[in-house]
Structures are given as C-alpha cells and as structure tokens.
C-alpha cells in the first residue's frame, strides 16, 4: 500500500502532559511524527493539537482510533488537503550582499513572501502558505546559500461548517 501524508487534527484537554501522552502513543505505535503544532482555541480549556505523518489508510485507520481512546483527547479527525484549509510558516535566512539581494527579493515577490530582516550579509523571509507552497519556495532558493531555516509545521481547519468536536462534524470518532 502505498503511504501518503496524512494530517490528523485533535482537540484536547489543556492539561499539562497530554501533549507527551499524545507523543508518546506515536512512538509506542511505530508512527513518525513529521510535524506537529500546538495551539490555542477559543476556548482556553481546550488546545489544538494538528499531527503530520506518513501512512496507508490502515495505519491512518489506527492512528485515529488508538488516539481517540486517550482521556484527555476530546475528538480527533484526519483532514484531507481538498476539505481543509492547510498552512505553515517558514521563516529562512539567506546569504545575500547587496548584489544578490533583488535577485532574492524577486523570487520572495513571486511567492508573495516578506522580506522581514535585512543585514549587511544575509536576509529573513518569511512566507505563509500551503505546504506544497512552501517546499517550492525552499526548491527554488536551495541554489542560495541558506544559512538558517524554521518551518512551523502544518496547522489546518475543516472547510465550511464542519467543526471539530462540534455539532456538525460526523466523521469524528
């Protein structure tokens, strides 16, 4: 079976460890984490934990329910790229003197990226985007020199009226 990435979106209790119990039942499992964001909700009893792994429908299938049957995880859904809205944020500093500095600029420009720090001998870009987005953006400037990167990882949300641990999403577990 071929493995594809899979985003996996939960709502969980903002108590202090759940994110090493949710972490921990991956390494357990066998499943690699490629990226993982936490975040706050509007509610503040309640965090956002958004998970990007690498797996067949069978292994989706088990990630979805192991982790459902923890505690403190209210629900948990996997999100596909067509009924989600996906984004990350890369920030990368660049080597760039003055000569290089537009030809970098241009690119930015292209990708609707920022320029957010300038120095005499490098440059920061940030840019915002889906992940597709962002590793073309990484293809293109691999041939400057990077001198430092970080990537936040994917964070996502259900399109339209579906929300997670609400009313309306039935194919929580």
């Not at 503040?44 to 067949?56: L, N």
């Not at 459902?68 to 990350?88: T, W, Y």
């Not at 001998?121 to 293109?140: H, N, Q, R, W, Y």
Request: net charge negative.
């Amino acid at each position: 079976m071929a493995e594809n990435k899979q985003v996996v979106s939960m709502l969980v209790d903002n108590n202090s460890g759940v994110l090493a119990r949710v972490s921990s039942l991956f390494a357990r499992k066998g499943f690699n984490i490629d990226s993982l964001t936490v975040s706050a909700t509007d509610n503040e009893a309640i965090s956002r934990i958004t998970i990007t792994t690498q797996g067949d429908t069978q292994t989706l299938s088990q990630i979805l329910s192991q982790t459902g049957k923890l505690i403190e995880v209210q629900s948990v859904v996997a999100l596909d790229g067509e009924s989600s809205i996906q984004r990350e944020l890369l920030l990368v500093k660049i080597a760039a003197d003055e000569a290089m500095r537009s030809v970098i600029r241009e690119v930015a420009d292209i990708y609707k990226a920022s320029v957010v720090d300038l120095s005499v001998d490098s440059m920061v870009v940030e840019l915002t985007g889906k992940p597709s987005k962002i590793d073309g953006f990484l293809a293109v400037i691999e041939q400057y020199e990077i001198l430092e990167m970080c990537r936040t990882g994917v964070t996502a949300l259900a399109r339209g009226n579906t929300i997670l641990g609400g009313n309306m999403a039935e194919d929580i577990l």
